[in-house]
């Protein structure tokens, strides 16, 4: 779903530009929250037109990797040279291909071979964008012999990224899918047409400025800032009948995004922390990485006892909620958030303060950006989610600590103007898309 929801909406910025789109899906899909957004989508865009992907069954399960995401990605990839046949039957002719980063080097070599424009869409920070593009000469460099010694991957141009923010299956000294995915993805980025990212300058102007001169990478394509991309309007239709009922900005909502489930310990640690702090709460629970798994009940998962606490101040639920109708409520006065790149800017979009709790990933880059722009704090002490568990009394603190930080919050509101600024006319998020829109015009 932080692949596929910044695709739509930038899918539904063309269409409403008098772009023709044709949207390609991968089929099946790993989540139901994949299959019925997917639905929703197509049926409130029907000048978008749907091409669907069949992907071919994987011939052996990767073995390090238990992530159904990943196989998922994997499959995509061992698919994707029947791609081909596909764009070159779609009429009228495509003018761009637009192609999610973790396809990069397959669906590079591809248009290539079409002779097609290829941009890269790349779905996180601009920060995260420079480690994914400069990861492979870290590696190929002969000064990296151990990855256990590296204490910092120093990014031409910018501040050092320390070891304990990058995604540890990079700092493996074995190969694993996210490496392999990374070194191959990373690489092919300099031979697309250009690098879209839904940022903007006024938060991540260094690592654009540093891409942009060539600092980070020799060779690269324009890196346009094309951030925060709007929600879609039937991302924010749904009925929220128990936050209507509480007070403006009283309610902490606490999410971990489409694909991060916690330990049956530290949910229990969470929903202690979420009643001691005495805030109003909406609680998203997930038990399983891929929701179509996650069928025990809340009582089985975070135990009846502490069910009956929880329903006097919050609401939990285990079933999935459009976030944009949650972050966009007058009730909401704070996130918990394990800060994918879309939980941050859908924050940013709304004016919503931050306590980031980053578990996996790009996480800690993110969290670290939120905390330097002033969207959010971060206890660095945390560590990543499966590393330790975090006991309920420190997590009512921090929550407390936020909700109680006037400051944070007008920070947030003053980050959520000028966000909305970058994307009107003449803002710095504009340009670029309005050029590409224009060129795919005239081709
Ligand atoms: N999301 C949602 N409801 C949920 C959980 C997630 O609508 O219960 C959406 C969220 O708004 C965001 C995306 O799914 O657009 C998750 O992306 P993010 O980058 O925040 O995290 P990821 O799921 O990739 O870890
Ligand atoms: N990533 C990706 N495709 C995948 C898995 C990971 O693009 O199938 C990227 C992801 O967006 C992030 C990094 O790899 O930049 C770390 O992966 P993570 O497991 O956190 O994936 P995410 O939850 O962000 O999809």
Request: glycine letters at 6%.
């Amino acid at each position: 779903m932080g692949h596929l929801t910044p695709f739509f909406r930038l899918a539904a910025l063309l269409a409403g530009n008098n772009i023709k789109v044709t949207f390609i899906t991968p089929s099946p899909t790993v989540s139901l929250a994949e299959s019925q957004t997917l639905f929703r989508f197509f049926a409130s865009f029907p000048e978008i037109n749907q091409k669907q992907f069949h992907l071919l069954p994987l011939d052996k399960h990767p073995s390090n990797s238990e992530d159904p995401f990943y196989y998922h990605m994997e499959r995509i990839c061992q698919s994707s040279h029947l791609l081909s046949s596909l764009l070159s039957s779609l009429s009228p002719p495509l003018s761009a291909l637009i192609t999610d980063m973790s396809l990069a080097s397959p669906a590079i070599s591809i248009t290539q071979a079409l002779n097609l424009p290829n941009y890269v869409f790349f779905t996180s920070s601009a920060k995260m964008s420079t480690l994914f593009m400069s990861f492979h000469a870290l590696i190929d460099s002969e000064a990296t012999t151990d990855l256990d010694e590296i204490e910092a991957i120093k990014i031409p141009g910018l501040e050092a990224i320390p070891r304990s923010w990058i995604p540890p299956p990079l700092l493996q000294n074995t190969n694993n899918l996210l490496k392999t995915y990374f070194l191959e993805n990373g690489k092919k980025m300099a031979e697309s047409s250009g690098i879209l990212v839904n940022t903007f300058e006024s938060i991540e102007h260094e690592p654009l400025r540093k891409l942009n001169e060539g600092k980070v990478i020799e060779g690269l394509p324009p890196v346009i800032a094309i951030g925060p991309l709007a929600p879609c309007e039937f991302e924010k239709i749904q009925p929220l009948p128990w936050l209507d009922e509480q007070p403006a900005g009283s309610v902490v909502y606490v999410s971990f995004g489409s694909r991060t489930a916690m330990s049956r310990e530290q949910l229990k640690e969470l929903g202690e922390g979420l009643a001691i702090s005495g805030h109003r709460f909406l609680w998203m629970v997930k038990d399983k990485k891929v929701d179509r798994e996650d069928e025990e009940d809340l009582g089985q998962v975070i135990g009846s006892g502490l069910m009956e606490k929880l329903k006097e101040k919050g609401l939990v639920v285990k079933y999935w909620l459009n976030q944009e109708a949650i972050l966009s409520h007058p009730a909401v006065g704070g996130f918990l958030s394990h800060c994918g790149w879309n939980s941050i800017t859908e924050a940013i979009w709304n004016g919503v303060r931050i306590l980031a709790w980053p578990q996996h990933g790009d996480q800690k880059i993110n969290a670290d950006i939120a905390e330097k722009i002033g969207l959010g704090t971060w206890e660095k002490s945390w560590g990543w989610g499966e590393e330790t568990a975090v006991n309920g009394t420190d997590i009512a603190e921090k929550i407390k600590e936020m909700m109680g930080n006037e400051l944070l919050r007008h920070q947030a509101m003053h980050i959520r103007e000028e966000a909305r600024t970058a994307v009107e006319i003449g803002g710095s998020s504009r340009m670029g898309p309005m050029e590409l829109i224009e060129t795919w015009k005239k081709t």
